[in-house]
C-alpha cells in the first residue's frame, strides 16, 4: 500500500469535526498569547472609576455599550482589552505548566516502565498516589500560598506542574511498559545498547503522537485548573480586598490583566451583573474546549493511522509556526500611534537640557532656594519657557500660583545625649530626626530630664491618643517627646528644615523628633531592655508599655518656622478627547532647593534641576512634533510644598469626580543605570516599565515614597484634596552626591539624562493618549 500524500491526510482530517474545530479554536488562541496586547483597543492598565461617556458620567463596572463591547470592570478598565491582553499571561502559565508536567511525565515515567518493580518504580508510584489522593484545587492553593501568592507566576507555575504531572507519568509508564517488549527493543539491546540509549532512540520517538495528544488535553487541564483558583479568589498576584459596592459586600481586585484575576474579582456580579464575570468564563471555556476537542481529535486521528509524526517534524512544524507569529507580532509592534510616539520621544534633546541645567545652577541663584532672589530668578526662567512651548496659562491668565505656607529654618542639629551628672556618656545623631510631619518651632535650646517610655497598643487607639512607641523627657520646666518610627521614616541626614504644608496651628511648641527603631533599640540597651519584646507586646499582644528607663538624657534642639511667600509655575495642554477631559495628568517636578547650610551652597543639579529640565523639554518637543494629547496634561515645576497646595486649592476647576494622574519627576541625571518607580494606584509601574523597556531603558522598583495626596501614618491631620489621585515617583536611584554640595553641573551624565528623557517622553504620551 502506497503512502498517503499530505492532502489525502487533511482531506481524511477534515472529516472530523471535532479535531477542525478545536484546531481552529487552538490557532486562535496561539494567536492572542502572541499579539493579544497589540489587539486590545485600550489600555488596560487605566483604571478609572468615574468614566465620562457622551457628556455623561457614568460609575464603572460599566454596562457594554460603544467603545465598551463588554463592558468594563469594578475598577474601570476595558473588558475586552483584560481579555486580549490577559491572553498572553493566561495562555502562559497553562503553557509552562503543561511542559513541566509533560516533562516529568517523561523522564518518571519511563523511569518507573523500564524498571518494573524496582525501587524508582515504587517510590515514584508512591509519589503519584500520595497526589493523587489530595483534591487537586486544594493542593494548588496549598502550594500557590506555600511558595507565595505574591511571588508572581512562578507560584501558579508551580502549582498547576505539582498537581498534575502525576496522570502523565502513569500514561508513560503503561506505554514504556507495552514497548519495552517489542522485538524491535530486544534487537537494540542485542547489539550492545544501554538502557538510556534504547530509551532515547528507540522508545521516546515511539511516543511523539502520545506526547502531542498529551500536551493538547494537559493544556485544558492547566486552563480549568486556573478557572477554579481563579473563583476561589487565588489570582494572579494576590490582589487586594476593598470595600464593594451595596449587594456585594467586601471584594477582591487585580491590576494584573488575567483571566483568572478577571473571574475572582468579578463572579460576586453573577446575579446583578451576569455579563462581568461571563466574558472570563466564556473564553476559560472557550479555550478548555478548543483544546479537549484539538487533543481528542488528534487522538483519533492518530488511532486510525492517518498520522505518525516523527520528532523532527514536529519540530519543523513549530518552527514554521512559530516564525509567522513571531513575524505577525513584529508587523504589529511597528505599526500604529505607538511607534509614532516613540519616533517623537527618540528626537529628545540633551542639548536643549544641557542649556536648562547651565541657567538653573549658576552660582548667582545660590540653589534656588525658596524666597531666594535665586528662586524667583528660576521661576521667571520656567515660566518664559512655558511660553515657549506655547502651554495654556491658568484662569487668570498667568502660569503663577502664589501662595503663602511655613519655610523652616535649621539652626541646630537634632542630638541626644546620655548624661551621668553633667558628663555625656553617650551622644546619638544617627536615627534622630525632627518630626519631619509636626514639627515643632523653637529657638535653639536644650531639654533635660529622665527619659521615659509610653507605648499606647491599637486597641486603645483615639485621634488624641494615637498608637506608637513614644519617648519623652519631661521636668518642670521643659518637655520633649520622641516617636518612635520604622527605619525608613527618618531622614538619614537633616541639614534642612522638613518641608511642611500645614497651617501655623499644626506647630508644636515643644521639641518633638523621629527616633528610628534601631536607635531605639541601641538606647533602650543601654538599660537592659529589649526594643523587639516592647514592639511585640504593643503591636501584637495589644498590651500598653509605660516605665522610666532610668536614663537622664539631654535633648538638643534648634528649629524655627516662618511664613514664607512660594509660588508653582503651572501651564498645561487641553485635551483633545472632550469624553475624558476631566482625567487629567499631573506632572510635577520641583524647582526649589535649600537655604546654604554652614557656607556651602546646594547646587541641586541632579536633585533636581533635572527633573525640571526633563519637563521642559517634553514640553518643547511635542509642541515642536504638534502632538495633541487626549487628556488634558498640566505641567507643574513647583516650590517647597507647591504640590500639597496645588492638590488642596487645584487653581484649574477640579470636581468630586474629576481624576488626576501624577507623575513626579526627581533627580534623572546620575546614580544606577535603571529608572526606578514606585506608584501608589492605577496600574501605573506596569504601563511605565513597558514603555521604558521599549526605549531601552532598564525600570527597577523604588521601595518607600510619601506621596502628597495620601495620608501619612504619622501625620496628626488629614490633608484635603480636590478630585480623586492616583500616582507614579520617578528617579535614578544610589547617587551619593544628588542633594549635597558638589551636586553639580559636572556631576549630571547628559547621556543618561537624554535616555530617561525620551523613555520618560514615551510614557507620558502613552498616558495622555490612551
Not at 25 to 54: C, S
Not at 386 to 397: E, H
Request: avoid cysteine; aromatic fraction near 10%.
Amino acid at each position: 500500500m502506497s503512502e498517503k500524500s499530505l492532502l489525502k491526510r487533511m482531506a481524511e482530517a477534515a472529516q472530523d469535526p471535532s479535531f477542525i474545530i478545536g484546531g481552529l479554536i487552538v490557532a486562535l488562541l496561539l494567536l492572542l498569547a502572541v499579539l493579544g496586547p497589540e489587539l486590545a483597543p485600550k489600555n488596560p492598565f487605566f483604571r478609572e472609576r468615574i468614566q465620562v461617556v457622551d457628556g455623561e458620567y457614568l460609575k464603572a463596572p460599566i454596562d457594554p455599550m460603544p467603545g465598551f463591547p463588554l463592558g468594563t470592570d469594578p475598577q474601570g478598565a476595558d473588558e475586552l482589552s483584560l481579555l486580549l491582553y490577559g491572553a498572553r499571561t493566561t495562555l502562559i502559565m497553562a503553557f509552562i505548566a503543561t511542559l513541566i508536567r509533560i516533562l516529568m511525565g517523561i523522564i518518571l515515567g519511563s523511569v518507573a516502565g523500564w524498571w518494573p518493580g524496582s525501587l524508582a518504580d515504587r517510590i515514584i508510584t508512591a509519589v503519584i498516589d500520595f497526589f493523587a489522593a489530595i483534591p487537586s484545587l486544594i493542593l494548588a492553593m496549598v502550594v500557590v500560598y506555600a511558595v507565595g501568592i505574591r511571588s508572581g507566576q512562578i507560584a501558579f507555575v508551580v502549582a498547576l506542574s505539582v498537581t498534575g504531572w502525576g496522570e502523565v507519568a502513569q500514561i508513560f509508564r503503561s506505554h514504556v511498559l507495552s514497548i519495552r517488549k517489542k522485538d524491535f527493543i530486544e534487537s537494540a539491546r542485542a547489539v550492545g545498547l544501554n538502557s538510556i540509549g534504547t530509551l532515547s532512540r528507540h522508545v521516546l520517538p515511539n511516543l511523539t503522537a502520545t506526547i502531542v495528544t498529551l500536551a493538547a488535553l494537559e493544556m485544558g487541564s492547566a486552563l480549568l485548573l486556573l478557572g477554579e483558583l481563579g473563583l476561589m479568589e487565588v489570582f494572579l498576584g494576590g490582589g487586594g480586598i476593598i470595600a464593594g459596592d451595596a449587594g456585594t459586600g467586601v471584594r477582591a481586585i487585580s491590576e494584573i490583566p488575567e483571566w483568572g484575576a478577571m473571574l475572582g474579582t468579578t463572579w460576586r456580579y453573577f446575579k446583578s451583573l451576569p455579563w462581568l464575570p461571563g466574558a472570563p468564563a466564556a473564553a476559560f471555556f472557550i479555550a478548555i474546549l478548543g483544546f479537549n476537542l484539538f487533543g481528542y481529535g488528534l487522538q483519533r486521528f492518530i488511532d486510525k493511522g492517518r498520522f505518525y509524526p516523527s520528532g523532527l517534524s514536529v519540530f519543523r512544524f513549530s518552527l514554521i509556526v512559530l516564525a509567522v507569529l513571531v513575524g505577525s507580532r513584529y508587523v504589529l509592534s511597528n505599526t500604529g500611534p505607538e511607534v509614532e510616539y516613540r519616533e517623537v520621544a527618540e528626537q529628545f534633546d540633551a542639548s536643549r537640557v544641557y542649556q536648562d541645567l547651565t541657567f538653573l545652577t549658576r552660582s548667582e541663584l545660590e540653589g534656588r532656594y525658596t524666597g531666594s532672589d535665586g528662586g524667583k530668578i528660576a521661576a521667571s526662567y520656567i515660566a518664559q519657557q512655558f511660553t515657549a512651548a506655547g502651554l495654556t496659562p491658568l484662569p487668570t491668565g498667568s502660569y503663577f500660583q502664589p501662595f503663602n505656607t511655613l519655610h523652616g529654618l535649621l539652626t541646630e542639629q537634632p542630638l541626644l545625649e546620655i548624661m551621668e551628672g553633667d558628663r555625656v556618656t553617650l551622644s546619638l545623631s544617627e536615627g534622630i530626626a525632627y518630626h519631619i510631619w509636626n514639627p515643632h518651632s523653637l529657638p535653639p535650646g536644650v531639654v533635660d530630664g529622665e527619659l521615659m517610655l509610653d507605648g499606647n497598643p491599637p486597641g486603645n487607639a483615639s485621634i488624641w491618643n494615637p498608637a506608637g512607641i513614644f519617648f519623652y523627657v519631661e521636668s518642670e520646666e521643659d518637655f520633649a517627646l520622641l516617636t518612635a518610627v520604622p527605619d525608613q521614616y527618618v531622614p538619614d541626614d537633616m541639614t534642612h528644615a522638613p518641608a511642611f504644608s500645614a497651617p501655623h496651628t499644626f506647630l508644636e511648641d515643644y521639641p518633638n523628633y523621629l527616633i528610628s527603631y534601631t536607635t531605639a533599640a541601641d538606647l533602650l540597651a543601654q538599660v537592659g531592655y529589649d526594643f523587639e519584646e516592647i514592639l511585640h507586646q504593643v503591636y501584637e499582644e495589644d498590651s500598653a508599655v509605660s516605665f522610666s528607663t532610668g536614663l537622664q538624657v539631654r535633648l538638643h534642639h534648634g528649629l524655627e518656622y516662618h511664613n514664607a511667600q512660594k509660588v508653582n509655575i503651572l501651564g498645561y495642554i487641553p485635551g483633545s478627547d472632550i469624553r475624558i477631559q476631566t482625567q487629567r495628568i499631573l506632572v510635577v517636578a520641583r524647582y526649589s532647593g535649600v537655604e546654604p547650610w554652614q557656607g556651602e551652597t546646594y547646587p541641586g543639579a541632579d536633585e533636581n534641576a533635572s527633573g525640571v529640565a526633563v519637563m521642559l523639554e517634553i514640553m518643547r518637543l511635542w509642541a515642536e512634533k504638534e502632538f495633541v494629547p487626549k487628556r488634558t496634561v498640566v505641567f507643574a515645576a513647583v516650590d517647597e510644598n507647591g504640590a500639597d497646595y496645588f492638590a488642596q486649592n487645584p487653581i484649574i476647576g477640579t470636581g468630586e469626580n474629576d481624576s488626576w494622574t501624577v507623575v513626579i519627576l526627581d533627580g534623572l541625571g546620575a546614580g544606577e543605570q535603571a529608572l526606578a518607580r514606585i506608584d501608589a494606584g492605577g496600574g501605573l509601574e506596569k504601563i511605565f516599565d513597558q514603555a521604558v523597556r521599549k526605549m531601552h531603558v532598564r525600570p527597577s522598583t523604588f521601595e518607600d515614597y510619601s506621596f502628597f495626596f495620601t495620608q501619612s501614618p504619622y501625620l496628626a491631620y488629614t490633608v484635603q484634596v480636590q478630585g480623586s489621585y492616583d500616582g507614579i515617583y520617578i528617579t535614578n536611584p544610589g547617587d551619593e552626591l544628588s542633594g549635597t554640595p558638589d551636586d553639580t553641573l559636572e556631576h549630571v551624565d547628559m547621556q543618561m539624562l537624554k535616555e530617561n528623557g525620551a523613555a520618560i517622553a514615551y510614557f507620558l504620551m502613552l498616558l495622555s493618549a490612551p
